[in-house]
């Protein structure tokens, strides 16, 4: 039997940063994926480092290290901007990996074994999560989004998530943040409680804001004023990458906004419009002639 095993992207994270403890993130699942495909005959790719190791890892982890498995992978997460391609790749290929061996696995699996490759998002829950992405701890599953569209923009350039979790002052510049952290949580709690988007672009815009400190989008500012004078909602930032994004809702003018947008020449650079997802990570049953072997 042949699996596909779909994983979304991540539009940053609604909130990172230090409380009661941690380093944390609330996710920000999106629907852009990578797939993993295994279970059938014949040779896999040639597979990025990371999703390499993943292989090896899950094997090991289901006591099956010297198994091959072939394993086909795809992506259309950009890289190095902070929409979790790694994750996406990791665990994708995790539970390919398993289920091509009879195993399936848990969450809170998947993110133990992406958690040892490297500091990870947790996009492939279901629904919202605050995570311990350090430890791979789950704090809450924090319940369903409200349907939202994201626009996203780049502010140029790329991030390395390893360097950047490694540098010395990280932790101490989290810290400084607390209080503002704190606050992003509590109307976080309240928004998705009332499935409200004005709560939750706030809480997502405190944060943004809070992470300057930290990792300094010069765009920032013009871009929340021009954009919520647009109808958005706040903005949401990839905490260790390059975009933000323009919280909207679901029935709004996407082309009238991103005109605007354009002309007002904020220095970013249009990548893509999304919406959220809560479904986390699927798996389904395929046929060996799927398009997705082509």
């Known amino acids: 039997m042949a699996y ?21 993130m609330v996710t920000c699942p999106i629907n852009r994926y990578s797939y993993a495909y295994s279970g059938f005959d014949g040779i896999g790719d040639i597979l990025p480092d990371k999703a390499a190791e993943a292989v090896k890892r899950t094997l090991v982890y289901l006591k099956r290290p010297d198994t091959i498995v072939p394993i086909k992978l ?7 901007k902070g929409l979790a391609s790694s994750t996406a790749d990791i665990s994708a290929v995790c539970q390919a990996t398993a289920l091509s061996v009879g195993e399936i696995l848990s969450p809170r699996e ?3 074994i992406a ?22 701890k789950v704090i809450r599953e924090m319940g369903h989004c409200p349907d939202m569209q994201i626009l996203i ?23 400084s943040n607390q209080t503002e952290i704190e606050k992003a949580m509590s109307f976080l709690v309240e928004g998705l409680k009332n499935q409200s988007l004005e709560v939750i672009g706030k809480a997502a815009t405190i944060s943004a804001f809070a992470n300057q400190k930290i990792l300094f989008k010069k765009p920032l500012e013009d871009f929340y004023t ?11 930032c990839a905490h260790s990458g390059t975009v933000l994004g323009l919280i909207v809702a679901p029935g709004a003018d996407i082309e009238a906004i991103r005109t605007k947008i354009k ?12 919406r ?9 049953k395929c046929k060996l002639d799927d398009p997705f072997t082509k």
Do not use: H, W
């Open 74 to 80: 795809k992506s259309y997460i950009p890289r190095g």
């Open 226 to 236: 021009r954009g919520t004078t647009l109808g958005g909602k706040g903005v949401i």
């Open 110 to 112: 998947l993110a133990t």
């Open 4 to 24: 596909l095993v779909i994983s979304p992207g991540s539009c940053g994270e609604f909130i990172q940063g230090y409380a009661n403890g941690s380093s944390f």
């Open 153 to 175: 923009y780049d502010c140029g350039g790329e991030v390395d998530t390893m360097s950047f979790n490694n540098r010395k002052d990280l932790i101490s510049l989290q810290k």
């Open 263 to 274: 002309d007002y020449d904020l220095g970013v650079f249009y990548l893509d419009t999304v």
């Open 115 to 136: 958690l040892s490759i490297e500091p990870s998002d947790a996009t492939f829950f279901e629904g919202i999560v605050e995570f311990d992405y350090r430890d791979g």
């Open 276 to 284: 959220l997802t809560n479904q986390g990570m699927q798996i389904r």
